[in-house]
């Protein structure tokens, strides 16, 4: 229900007034069954801009940590992403990403829409990274169809590093379904795997415009932080 009033009431209509979010291809989306929503990730605002423009609940997985915060600041965090759409990983799993899994499933398994970005983290630079497997096995493990997303302008308005940017108008484009019953299974052959993931980050990076970096986004990130280390010591060492 606090979705609900989020969405409608309280949060929502002001995103919409302030922000004026555009949207191609929601047609795509089913008006109802489960299905994956593979996105790309530019800002911390993604999971607000692309559920907006979706009728339907689009739920995500969070840390743990965000739902088990004991007293008022845990209550109200806990409030919050519930409300949001976000779900607490299932730490039945062995590790992170199979608790993410569980919790996708039961989602999927109750017919909803559950939302993921395949990269795993934030581009730091704009561009689109390879994708993580774990899409495709869910994808394979659930049989339901997995619909490209790619939210644009949302790094502007929330850049990296940043709470605040400036003004634009974000754009959500929504491809059609991509179905992958013919791998049905095959979740446990790693090259199938693999194929499925780059497909889908095929249609991300054609529906956003993005550059695609065939480097996993956690390794870019180091590898940039280690470069400008690199040049900071480089500038601060005396002249000859």
Known sequence: MFYWFLKFIALGPILKLVFRPRADGVEHVPADGPAILASNHLSYADWLFMPLVVPRKVSFVAKAEYFTTPGIKGWLQKTFFSGTGNIPIDRAGADAAAGALLSAKRVLGAGELFGIYPEGTRSHDGRLYRGKTGIARLALETGVPVIPVAVVGTDVVAPPGKKFGRWTRPHVRFGKPLDFSRYAGLEN???????????????????SGQEYVDMYATRAKEESKKGDSAKGDEQRKPAA
Not at 189 to 207: A, G, P, Q, V
């Open 189 to 207: 052959d790693r090259f199938i795997l693999r194929s499925i993931t780059d497909e889908i980050m095929y249609e991300i990076m054609r529906l």
